[in-house]
């Protein structure tokens, strides 16, 4: 982590607040002080904050507030990031159905490592997974923790559409598509709930901050909840 956070202009409506060039969970806590200084002590023009891996973005009016300005105002608001109290993590069960049609790329994934399907299943679902950040789609969460064991490089050539709920590796990562949308990472399964509602307040079941936990589930579980929607 940076000694001082860095700066960096985002266009002419947005700042980067930048304070390391690495991922990790005390990064993404400083990110997240940030954020919620800024929501506690809001400044005049900024519209918006953005969460990263280890930034924060801070879209800006700016008629309302000039970028030189702005970066003043948040460098002393920056001596207040550690008076803020991070809200108690939620940890979030995740249903999950692994394999079949709904995780193509199972039996891919287990070859790769050589190992057994049964055996990506069970070394996926036994880790707690950290959501550092939302983004790709609306309420797509970027997930910190996944095993050495069962990383796999993305698909040479990306599907044009992937279920809504489908659970995917690429790499070092895993994560779950919130809505039908084109993408590229190895689907091993898929979740019965609803993970983005623009209906619901908030609109998506996840939140930077939360933990995750994958539990197996098998095809009667996968119906009975679809059929429930959202679960909190």
């Not at 973005?57 to 001596?79: N, T």
């Not at 789609?137 to 050495?148: D, I, N």
Request: some cysteine; aromatic content about 10%.
């Amino acid at each position: 982590m940076y000694s001082e956070p860095r700066y960096l202009p985002g266009g002419d409506r947005a700042l980067i607040v930048e304070f390391a060039d690495e991922i990790s969970e005390e990064v993404s806590q400083m990110v997240r002080r940030f954020s919620l200084a800024l929501a506690r002590y809001p400044l005049p023009g900024v519209l918006e904050t953005v969460p990263t891996y280890r930034s924060l973005v801070v879209y800006f009016d700016p008629l309302a507030m000039e970028g030189p300005r702005l970066v003043e105002k948040l460098k002393g608001l920056q001596k207040r990031i550690l008076e803020i109290d991070l809200p108690p993590a939620r940890t979030v069960l995740v249903p999950v159905l692994y394999g079949s049609e709904y995780g193509p790329d199972l039996g891919d994934v287990a070859s790769h490592n050589g190992l057994t399907p049964e055996e990506v299943i069970a070394i996926h679902a036994s880790s707690t997974y950290l959501i550092y950040m939302l983004g790709f789609t609306p309420g797509f969460a970027y997930l910190g923790g996944l095993s050495p064991r069962i990383v796999c490089p993305r698909l040479d050539n990306p599907r044009e559409q992937i279920p809504g709920g489908s659970v995917g590796i690429a790499g070092i990562q895993t994560g779950i598509y919130p809505i039908d949308s084109p993408g590229g990472w190895r689907i091993i399964g898929r979740t019965p709930l609803r993970l983005y509602d623009p209906d619901v307040d908030p609109p998506a079941l996840f939140q930077a901050g939360d933990y995750l936990k994958f539990s197996p589930i098998d095809e009667e579980g996968f119906y009975r909840i679809a059929e429930g929607g959202r679960s909190r």
